[in-house]
């Protein structure tokens, strides 16, 4: 049964074997650990490791661009991780002295932040002081004195005439000097009688004039700009010795990622020891563990200390067993698809099974291409081999892989190759193909959805069989069954109308037969026959649902003429570029790569999603609920490495 049958569990034991134990249980990862219902354990060193963690974190992250190492697109997603054994990450945490290291990191860094803060700074002050060079005063000097005051600003070009010959009739006093013109821009440098300071700063505030504030210094703008030169010219030498003191880290980088590693182990056995229920002597865990696991934790529990013990207990009221499921390794990829919707419950049935063969027959209708079906196997499998991947990350590439598998077929049976035009294949190959989307859409019409058809009944049947095997005979019967019966015969009188059948009489007899069991059966939970009638006969509207989902399925034959189309017309146009003297060759095979690559990716996209759909929405739909918790088993994990 792919939905595994799962135990509650309590885990008890002397605290002089607690950290053996639960290191067990970790490198078992059978076990879901819960919290002791009447847990009196106070929260424990969980924060500190994880801001520990954190520290080693930032410390790899200020290590990783110095590295010059170049990840791919694909490595960006999937990195590589180097496979060690625990007892590495042990010994690397005792001979290492990691806190050191991510001690003398963070005050570089700081120091670094600092010479950092310092450049902008002098970078601004030099911004502020080129439109001030031709100024031969020293920067101190412009300030107020005992009997006139100097103040620098600036002004838009247009508005100086208008500005002077207003300041020249209110204070006849004041000297006004133009520093300097830049852009549309002019700097001045106004002088003032001391004790026409308030008038004139009002009259400056009216006005279109910014005031600015220049640094106070002995020497003139222009020397003041040579020596920030020289401070930046220092600031940027002591950033690179800075720099290449943490680059002498880098070393230690595979050491932080051990240790990383290693505090995150322990940091997952604090959160469980922070579960337990304590004694003086004694703690005690509850959990939940796969039915089938139980004999070999108990065993392994016995070997590694006789001071613990592992016993099945009963659920609490309205507890829920979480979701595990094992499939065979064939629709192992396709519990992706599961997933995405959501596991199913203890009493549920696993859909990963009957929605393989649907979903991998999609898969293949859509793209049905030889080339792009050779293509996406190759380099899914590629990837598999090579990559590093999570569980989700090995599931996609083996569907995508199974599913480059049945584009082959799907290709062959459709005569497309790189959609290139059927006239111009090998006779041996065209003796294959058994379909043309393009010239008989139809036909691929009427397969789309006939295999609508045959899911939507699949996916009742399921229903059907569920129900049965877990003892409701009256919803299976009258939910499922008669549905079934229903739209079969519906099917058989369609089928039979179209084609002239003489047992279309016979099927539309049996059509009014089933139609008239939903119309007793559907509304019999309502009170009152009159209710019970009514809702019987608008049961029946259901039957535009069904016919909703089967016209959904005509998608198939969309994204497979689309797919076909777009690629022939990139033969077309690389064909048209073939008679260009001298490039013509090498713009054609341009355009054949980039825009095959182009199609395959968009379409392998298209099959990948409405694929999905059909099962999710019109499959699911019928008998799918979704309604399991995952199972997730106390185990290592681990961000840098693989724990053997």
Not at 289 to 309: D, H, S
């Given at each position: 049964?792919?939905?595994?049958p ?12 607690e950290?053996?134990?639960i ?8 076990v879901?650990l819960?919290a002791w219902?009447?847990q009196?354990t ?8 994880e ?9 790899i992250?200020?290590?990783?661009p110095l590295s ?5 697109f694909?490595e960006?997603?999937a990195?590589?991780?180097e496979?060690v ?8 945490a ?5 806190r ?15 010479l950092?803060n310092?450049?902008r ?7 502020q002081l080129k439109p001030w ?7 101190d000097r412009?300030?107020?004195q005992?009997?006139?005051c100097?103040i620098t600003g ?17 204070f006849?006093?004041?000297a ?16 003032h009688?001391?004790n026409?300071?308030?008038?004139v700063?009002?009259?400056i ?8 504030s220049?640094p106070?210094?002995p ?12 401070l930046l ?5 002591d950033q690179a010795?800075i720099w ?5 880290q880098l070393?230690?980088?595979?050491s932080?990622?051990?240790i990383y590693?290693h505090?995150f182990q322990?940091s997952?056995r604090?959160a469980v020891?922070e ?7 004694s ?9 089938e696991?139980?004999a070999a ?8 200390t ?11 009221a309205?507890?829920v067993?979480?979701t595990?499921i094992k499939?065979?390794p ?6 992706l698809?599961t997933?995405?919707?959501?596991l ?6 696993d ?5 393989a ?9 859509c793209l ?6 050779i293509?996406l196997a ?7 081999r090579?990559?590093t991947?999570?569980?989700?990350g ?5 569907l995508l892989?199974?599913?480059g598998?049945a584009?082959i077929v ?7 190759y790189?959609?290139?035009d059927?006239?111009l294949l090998?006779p041996?190959l065209k003796?294959?193909?058994l ?6 859409p139809?036909?691929?019409l009427?397969?789309s ?5 045959g899911?939507?009944?699949t996916?009742?049947?399921l229903?059907?069989?569920?129900k049965?095997?877990?003892?409701e005979?009256e919803?299976a019967?009258?939910?499922?069954g008669?549905?079934?019966?229903f ?7 369609v ?11 016979i ?13 007793i059966?559907q ?7 009159v209710?019970k009638g009514?809702?019987?006969?608008l049961?029946l509207?259901r039957?535009?649902g ?20 777009i690629?022939?017309?990139i033969?077309?146009?690389a064909?048209?570029?073939r008679?260009i003297?001298?490039?013509g060759?090498i ?8 825009g ?5 990716v968009i379409?392998v996209?298209g099959?990948?999603?409405?694929s999905?759909?059909?099962?999710l929405v019109?499959?699911?739909?019928k ?8 199972f997730?088993?106390?185990r ?8 053997k």
């Amino acid at each position: 049964m792919p939905v595994v049958p799962m135990l509650k569990v309590a885990v008890g034991g002397h605290r002089r074997a607690e950290t053996d134990i639960i290191t067990y249980l970790q490198k078992q990862g059978t076990v879901e650990l819960t919290a002791w219902p009447e847990q009196i354990t106070p929260p424990g060193q969980t924060n500190a490791l994880e801001l520990e963690m954190v520290e080693v974190a930032h410390a790899i992250n200020l290590l990783a661009p110095l590295s010059g190492e170049k990840k791919s697109f694909i490595e960006s997603f999937a990195p590589y991780k180097e496979t060690v054994t625990e007892e590495l990450l042990q010994q690397t945490a005792r001979e290492f002295d990691w806190r050191a290291i991510v001690t003398k990191l963070k005050a570089l860094e700081a120091e670094l932040a600092n010479l950092r803060n310092l450049e902008r700074s002098l970078l601004a002050e030099s911004e502020q002081l080129k439109p001030w060079t031709p100024l031969p005063e020293t920067l101190d000097r412009l300030i107020c004195q005992e009997k006139t005051c100097l103040i620098t600003g600036a002004i838009k070009t247009k508005s100086l005439a208008g500005f002077q010959v207003g300041l020249a009739k209110e204070f006849p006093a004041t000297a006004l000097q133009v520093v300097n013109s830049l852009r549309d821009t002019t700097y001045l440098l106004l002088c003032h009688l001391a004790n026409e300071s308030n008038q004139v700063n009002a009259y400056i505030n009216k006005a279109a004039l910014t005031r600015l504030s220049l640094p106070l210094s002995p020497r003139t703008p222009a020397a003041e700009l040579v020596e920030l030169s020289r401070l930046l010219a220092e600031n940027r030498t002591d950033q690179a010795e800075i720099w290449a003191q943490i680059k002498a880290q880098l070393r230690h980088r595979t050491s932080l990622t051990y240790i990383y590693d290693h505090l995150f182990q322990l940091s997952l056995r604090q959160a469980v020891k922070e579960k337990m229920a304590l004694t003086s002597s004694s703690f005690f865990l509850t959990g939940w563990l796969p039915r089938e696991k139980l004999a070999a934790v108990q065993q392994g529990l016995k070997k590694i200390t006789p001071l613990a013990e592992i016993t099945v207990s009963a659920p609490t009221a309205g507890e829920v067993p979480p979701t595990l499921i094992k499939n065979r390794p064939i629709f192992y990829p396709f519990e992706l698809i599961t997933r995405i919707f959501g596991l199913p419950g203890q009493h549920e049935i696993d859909p990963t099974g009957p929605l393989a063969f649907f979903y991998l027959s999609f898969f293949a209708i859509c793209l049905s291409d030889v080339g792009y079906g050779i293509i996406l196997a190759l380099v899914s499998y590629y990837y598999y081999r090579k990559l590093t991947l999570s569980e989700g990350g090995k599931k996609l590439l083996l569907l995508l892989f199974w599913g480059g598998l049945a584009t082959i077929v799907a290709g062959v049976i459709t005569g497309s190759y790189f959609a290139i035009d059927s006239s111009l294949l090998p006779p041996a190959l065209k003796q294959l193909q058994l379909i043309d989307p393009i010239k008989n859409p139809l036909n691929v019409l009427v397969l789309s959805l006939l295999i609508g058809v045959g899911q939507n009944i699949t996916g009742l049947s399921l229903g059907f069989y569920w129900k049965m095997k877990n003892k409701e005979y009256e919803v299976a019967i009258f939910d499922y069954g008669f549905w079934i019966y229903f739209l079969l015969a519906l099917v058989a009188y369609v089928i039979g109308a179209g084609t002239g059948s003489p047992l279309t009489g016979i099927f539309a007899q049996l059509a009014l037969i089933g139609a008239g069991l939903l119309v007793i059966t559907q509304g019999r939970n309502e009170a009152g026959l009159v209710k019970k009638g009514l809702f019987g006969l608008l049961s029946l509207y259901r039957t535009t649902g069904f016919l909703g989902d089967t016209l959904s399925y005509s998608r198939l034959l969309a994204l497979m003429m689309t797919t076909s189309i777009i690629g022939m017309v990139i033969n077309i146009i690389a064909g048209m570029t073939r008679g260009i003297p001298v490039v013509g060759y090498i713009i054609m095979a341009a355009i054949l790569v980039i825009g095959h690559l182009f199609n395959l990716v968009i379409s392998v996209l298209g099959a990948f999603i409405h694929s999905a759909r059909l099962q999710l929405v019109e499959f699911f739909g019928k008998f799918y609920e979704g309604s399991g918790r995952e199972f997730r088993p106390f185990r290592h994990e681990t961000k840098y490495v693989i724990i053997k």
